[in-house]
Nanobody, 124 residues
Framework: EVQLQASGGGLVQAGGSLRLSCAAS????????IGWFRQAPGKEREGVVC????????DYVDSVKGRFDISRGNAKNTVYLQMNNLKPEDTAVYYC?????????????????WGEGTLVTVSS
């Protein structure tokens, strides 16, 4: 089976940190575009960060630059999102997604593979 699963969410106070994990089964992520996306209550889903497939370029949205860090694990089926200095506005369900051709922080709905989200709640 081809599956993605995000995990690692939880409740954290403002200024704290969490690390989210995205694990793939049935394929390896090193040859895919991959990104993290989130949806806050009452808002549309938005992009957080992408790793482009061919170049490896990493593209963060402005709201998380300097605070969030995406990285590939030593295993080829794992990607992480380290979230530091969390703010209440970061509260959302976070999703990872992958595609054999692309990743986009703005046009991500066509990405082929999506995992179930993990809830991050940041208290004031």
């Amino acid at each position: 089976e081809v599956q993605l699963q995000a995990s690692g969410g939880g409740l954290v106070q403002a200024g704290g940190s969490l690390r989210l994990s995205c694990a793939a089964s049935g394929f390896t992520l090193d040859s895919y575009g991959i990104g993290w996306f989130r949806q806050a209550p009452g808002k549309e889903r938005e992009g957080v960060v992408c790793i482009y497939r061919n170049s490896g370029r990493i593209d963060y949205v402005d709201s998380v630059k300097g605070r969030f860090d995406i990285s590939r694990g030593n295993a080829k089926n794992t990607v992480y999102l380290q979230m530091n200095n969390l703010k209440p506005e970061d509260t959302a369900v976070y999703y990872c997604a992958a595609d054999p051709e692309f990743c986009s922080t703005t046009h991500f709905y066509a990405m082929a593979y999506w995992g179930e989200g993990t809830l991050v709640t940041v208290s004031s």
